[in-house]
């Protein structure tokens, strides 16, 4: 009786187990040498006092095909990253200087998760949650950031919704936002109708 269940198993996992290693049969690949940079300190957004200084695939060839990327955060008194989202990969963030307060909000029961960092501590941001990082403290704050994705995307809540032509009308209906608030918040982050 085990040989008859096991031979069935071990076949199952002769063919399966190639197809679960497919992500390691790429090394890695440079598609553009030229695009490779420094990763020093970025600008400063004035808007949120925060510089986020990304080595993704598109800045950072060199990560193509390692399904890992990084970035640094700098966040001056009084900056924040506002909350967002990465798609495509789970983010770590490992605070070098200064203190972050940091959080994210479950999917299922909008539980909100939120700790305050500060240098040599961590926070894992698990792909596709919404999350924010702000600076908690005296002086400026610096992380650096891990993904699990050579490209893991990014998409900033406000600017989702207030910095795009979308009708105010609908961003109201949909956010239960009055229209002053709406076209305020457009205004100040660009947006248009």
């Given amino acids: 009786m085990a040989r008859t269940v096991l031979l069935p198993v071990l076949?199952?996992?002769?063919?399966?187990?190639?197809?679960?290693?497919?992500a390691l049969t790429q090394d890695f690949c440079v598609a553009d040498p030229d695009l490779q940079r420094h990763a020093g300190r970025g600008k400063i957004n004035p808007l949120i006092k925060a510089a986020v200084t990304p080595?993704?695939?598109?800045?950072?060839?060199?990560?193509?095909?390692?399904?890992?990327?990084?970035?640094?955060?700098?966040?001056?008194?009084?900056?924040?990253?506002?909350?967002?989202?990465?798609?495509?990969?789970?983010?770590?963030?490992?605070?070098?200087?200064?203190?972050?307060?940091?959080?994210?909000?479950?999917?299922?029961?909008?539980?909100?998760?939120?700790?305050?960092?500060?240098?040599?501590?961590?926070?894992?941001?698990?792909?596709?949650?919404?999350h924010y990082q702000y600076n908690a403290g005296t002086g400026p704050a610096v992380g650096l950031v891990a993904f699990s994705s050579s490209n893991p995307g990014l998409q900033i809540t406000d600017f989702a919704l207030f910095a795009n032509n979308l009708p105010s009308a609908v961003v109201e209906k949909v956010t239960f936002l009055d229209d002053a608030q709406v076209k305020k918040l457009k205004s100040v982050l660009g947006g248009s109708g």
């Fill in 11 to 22: 076949l199952l996992s002769f063919f399966l187990l190639p197809l679960a290693s497919l």
């Fill in 55 to 130: 080595a993704f695939v598109g800045q950072f060839p060199g990560v193509n095909g390692l399904g890992i990327s990084a970035a640094r955060l700098d966040i001056e008194v009084g900056g924040v990253v506002p909350l967002h989202t990465h798609p495509a990969g789970s983010e770590l963030l490992f605070v070098t200087q200064g203190t972050v307060a940091a959080g994210f909000i479950s999917s299922g029961s909008n539980t909100v998760y939120t700790k305050t960092l500060y240098a040599g501590d961590i926070m894992v941001f698990p792909q596709g949650l919404l």
